[in-house]
């Protein structure tokens, strides 16, 4: 899961020298986990580390980094319900090419250097549209995923969670539909995931799956 950043366990006074905005942080039980979107990396610091005189001290790092915040703990999953489209409904040929271009598209999206970017400039599509939206409608978001779900069985892709769900995202922000993109870690064994959820619902994955993750950044 996340399969394009990198784990490090690296040395405490270790300084990245990014910008805030490329730096995630979130605590676990025993460890801050730190997010840089610049370097594709993950980084695991102590929970409480001491300065040289003995007493408790913050870590460069989280100086600089933007804390998660709060999401809403998910409490329904559509990927677990089966949603499927509707036996009166039919997959037209408009939806089938609006899929493959937004499949095709997540493989440009995700070359090297390329994911910061599209990060952010998804961000900023949604925050355009949330200024313009007041709500967002679970019906037609409803009705979208079942046909994404309906037509990527057939896509010659091996599931992963970091290309499905970018793809989920832009094939809902094709019909102005923008839910959260939310990256998730798991401290021992570490694991890094990303699931799409709209406010408690997540979209494309189960409730077990995602409740074994701490959310570290929220798109």
């Excluded at 440009?108 to 409608?137: C, S």
């Excluded at 079942?146 to 990527?152: E, I, Y």
């Amino acid at each position: 899961m996340g399969p394009t950043l990198k784990a490090e366990r690296g040395p405490g006074d270790a300084r990245l020298g990014r910008r805030a905005s490329s730096l995630f942080y979130c605590r676990t039980a025993h460890s801050y986990i730190v997010l840089d979107l610049q370097q594709d990396r993950y980084r695991t610091l102590p929970a409480d580390p001491i300065d040289a005189t003995g007493g408790p001290t913050v870590h460069p790092l989280l100086a600089e980094a933007v804390a998660s915040p709060e999401c809403p703990p998910p409490s329904e999953s559509w990927f677990q319900a089966g949603c499927r489209v509707r036996r009166d409904h039919r997959v037209g040929l408009r939806e089938i090419l609006r899929f493959v271009s937004c499949t095709l598209g997540t493989e440009r999206r995700l070359r090297p250097g390329q994911f910061t970017t599209n990060v952010a400039l998804f961000a900023q599509r949604k925050r355009k549209h949330a200024a313009a939206h007041a709500t967002f409608d679970f019906d037609r978001a409803r009705a979208q995923v079942a046909v994404f779900d309906t037509l990527r069985p057939w896509w010659p892709q091996n599931y992963r969670c970091l290309y499905d769900s970018l793809a989920l995202l832009v094939f809902l922000a094709a019909s102005d539909l923008f839910p959260t993109w939310v990256f998730g870690v798991q401290e021992e064994p570490f694991e890094a995931h990303c699931w799409v959820q709209a406010g408690e619902v997540v979209l494309n994955d189960s409730l077990e799956s995602v409740s074994a993750f701490t959310p570290i950044m929220i798109v």
